[in-house]
Nanobody
Framework: VQLQASGGGLVQAGNSLRLRCAAS??????????MGWFRQAPGKEAEFVGA??????FYADSVKGRFTISRDNAENTVYLQMNSVNAEDTAIYYC???????????????????RGQGTQVTVSS
């Protein structure tokens, strides 16, 4: 499956942004994939943001209460709604897809077989 993230840009601190990840059709139903969002800031390793999986929806502590993940299986799309953004949210955001994820691995990018090219989010103060 190919993934394409979009919706990034320059946003002022305190405002909102919605990222979109569109998946191409594959041999299995999109609904069977666990979908994750990760981000990578300059000079830092990739960081888990959140995921929507068969086990439920999970978030990193740093974004809990501010970010919301949703998916539209009919449109093969997953969204990341980002509210009350701050400077620490500045990063390249990636979406990732994995089939057969186990609960203990959903926060690890290596557990996802597919990763799209990222979209840059820059928060200005």
């Amino acid at each position: 499956v190919q993934l394409q993230a979009s919706g990034g840009g320059l946003v002022q601190a305190g405002n909102s942004l919605r990222l979109r990840c569109a998946a191409s059709a594959s041999g299995r139903a999109f609904s069977t994939y666990g979908m994750g969002w990760f981000r990578q800031a300059p000079g830092k390793e990739a960081e888990f943001v959140g995921a929507v999986t068969r086990f439920g929806t999970f978030y990193a502590d740093s974004v809990k209460g501010r970010f919301t993940i949703s998916r539209d299986n009919a449109e093969n799309t997953v969204y990341l709604q980002m509210n009350s953004v701050n400077a620490e949210d500045t990063a390249i955001y990636y979406c990732a897809a994995g089939a057969g994820l186990i609960l203990s691995s959903i926060r690890q990018l290596s557990a996802y077989a597919y990763r799209g090219q990222g979209t840059q989010v820059t928060v200005s103060s």
